[in-house]
């Protein structure tokens, strides 16, 4: 679980083994004890759509009653969010899970045990970031004639990466002949009318940087027959001394 600064917490002691709990319990500890953490809680960063997994130990007599919260509305259980609290003598483990979880649920998470003696709390702060942006698919050389239209597309995930496209390392732009188009998980860089000025290394990068290229190759010029059968020919003519 990936951890970054510490949270707030309130009634820390010292790490207890469960036989010096066991043992203390009877003696030294006594029948009641109000809710207390044993060990700190470190601020998370998470991905999108990763598991958040919270764990928070603590020792209570009698039990406690658990709760918890993000931004002080009360966490329930839900198809993506689970709460379970495991007891070992008096020492308990509370683990708050939340499955595929989403930038909406960053905030602070707050868990609050409660027995007879009293309530403690602890804090900490979830930050929910975009997964890391990679190509499922990515460019392929091509080869056209000049006056085709030709067609780049990569496909992204997650389907929110944004993308820029380049020709020999200058950023594209819109214009008459050139277009981008996204849709979903595909991004597209779409050039009419190609001229041999087109002819170039084109990449298409994402925003950590992540990049793709391939070669595009224009031919010269394309000379139109029809043949005496009524078929069209296309003959590619490389340069004009040929």
Same mark, same amino acid.
């Given at each position: 679980?990936?951890? =970054?600064?510490? &949270?707030?917490?309130? %009634?820390? #002691?010292?790490?207890?083994?469960?036989?010096?709990?066991?043992?203390?319990? =009877?003696?030294?500890?006594?029948?009641? @004890?109000?809710?207390?953490? %044993?060990?700190?809680?470190? /601020?998370? +960063?998470?991905?999108?759509? $990763?598991?958040?997994?919270?764990?928070?130990?603590?020792?209570?007599?009698?039990? &406690?009653?658990?709760? *918890?919260?993000?931004?002080?509305?009360?966490?329930?259980? #839900?198809?993506?969010?689970?709460?379970?609290?495991?007891?070992? !003598?008096?020492?308990?483990?509370?683990?708050?899970?939340?499955?595929?979880?989403?930038?909406?649920?960053?905030?602070?998470?707050?868990?609050?045990?409660? /027995? +007879?003696?009293?309530?403690?709390?602890?804090?900490?702060?979830? /930050?929910?970031?975009?997964?890391?942006?990679?190509?499922?698919?990515? @460019?392929?050389?091509?080869?056209?004639?000049?006056?085709?239209? !030709?067609?780049?597309?990569?496909?992204?995930?997650?389907?929110?990466?944004?993308?820029? *496209?380049?020709?020999?390392?200058?950023?594209?732009?819109?214009?008459?002949?050139?277009?981008?188009?996204?849709?979903?998980?595909?991004?597209?860089?779409?050039? $009419?009318?190609?001229?041999?000025?087109?002819?170039?290394?084109?990449?298409?990068? @994402?925003? /950590?940087?992540?990049? +793709?290229?391939?070669?595009? %190759?224009?031919?010269?010029?394309?000379?139109?027959? %029809?043949?005496?059968? &009524?078929?069209?020919?296309?003959?590619?003519?490389?340069?004009?001394? +040929?």
């Amino acid at each position: 679980m990936p951890y =970054s600064d510490h &949270g707030t917490e309130s %009634t820390i #002691t010292e790490p207890l083994t469960r036989q010096s709990l066991s043992e203390e319990s =009877s003696t030294e500890i006594g029948d009641f @004890l109000m809710p207390t953490f %044993t060990r700190t809680v470190q /601020n998370i +960063t998470i991905h999108r759509d $990763s598991e958040l997994n919270i764990e928070i130990n603590f020792i209570s007599i009698p039990e &406690g009653e658990v709760r *918890w919260y993000r931004d002080d509305v009360e966490i329930h259980e #839900t198809d993506r969010s689970t709460i379970q609290t495991i007891a070992d !003598v008096h020492m308990y483990t509370s683990c708050l899970k939340i499955r595929k979880i989403q930038k909406s649920e960053s905030g602070v998470y707050k868990i609050t045990v409660t /027995n +007879t003696i009293g309530t403690a709390s602890m804090e900490l702060h979830v /930050n929910v970031v975009e997964s890391d942006s990679f190509f499922v698919k990515r @460019l392929d050389d091509m080869e056209k004639y000049e006056d085709e239209d !030709v067609e780049f597309h990569v496909v992204v995930e997650p389907p929110t990466a944004t993308v820029k *496209w380049y020709k020999d390392g200058e950023e594209i732009s819109l214009g008459e002949r050139i277009r981008f188009e996204e849709s979903n998980k595909k991004r597209k860089l779409l050039i $009419s009318r190609l001229s041999i000025f087109d002819e170039a290394e084109y990449s298409c990068v @994402l925003e /950590n940087e992540t990049e +793709t290229n391939c070669e595009l %190759t224009v031919i010269g010029e394309i000379l139109k027959f %029809t043949s005496g059968s &009524g078929v069209v020919l296309l003959i590619g003519i490389v340069s004009s001394n +040929t």
